[in-house]
């Protein structure tokens, strides 16, 4: 009896605020703030876009030096030579606009063309998608015939916190703590 009574002093608590800490999906590679699936699907620029959209996606947008340069590490070792860049002057010649999960898109923030791109219209053929190539270099390529790895990014940002409710005691001091990526526990 003794022993239930010490353990009810310590049982009641305000609540414990559990964050999760985000992680990728299966078979995505994670980096800074994003997680990417690189696949050897080669596909038009349309039915890339489609498919990361179909893995809960999008097709890559770069927008660092930091982060060209992981990819086109990335690419060299999955023996990829170029990829399809969610970025796109359909509309208006020479805007590049990149669409992250938002159907109107953004302006293209960050660039890293190669000597003489884009080039529109080279050969007589519209380039209006963008590619990266295995040597960090971008090229508008044409987006319809072209067959290109695809490469999907998404957030790794938390996608949820867990609030456990508790009984009301004052009989201890709050403490909260925090999941790590390795599954541990720790105050904050």
Request: proline share 3%; net charge negative; charged share 20%.
């Amino acid at each position: 009896m003794a022993a239930l009574l010490k353990l009810t002093h310590f049982v009641p608590l305000i609540g414990l605020i559990l964050r999760v800490n985000a992680v990728c999906p299966p078979n995505w590679l994670e980096h800074g703030q994003s997680c990417y699936l690189f696949t050897y699907n080669r596909a038009s620029w349309q039915d890339a876009k489609t498919y990361c959209e179909g893995q809960h996606g999008n097709l890559l947008v770069i927008e660092s030096e930091e982060e060209n340069a992981f990819l086109e590490e990335e690419m060299q070792s999955w023996q990829m030579t170029h990829i399809w860049l969610g970025c796109n002057d359909i509309n208006v010649e020479g805007k590049w606009i990149c669409y992250r999960g938002s159907v109107n898109g953004q302006e293209m923030q960050f660039e890293r063309w190669g000597s003489g791109e884009p080039n529109e219209l080279a050969l007589g053929i519209n380039q209006d998608c963008a590619v990266l190539y295995f040597n960090g270099r971008w090229v508008d390529e044409a987006c319809a015939t072209g067959q290109k790895a695809t490469v999907c990014e998404t957030s790794n940002a938390a996608k949820s916190q867990h609030i456990l409710p508790l009984t009301v005691s004052h009989a201890m001091p709050m403490t909260c703590y925090t999941m790590g990526t390795d599954g541990r526990l720790s105050e904050e």
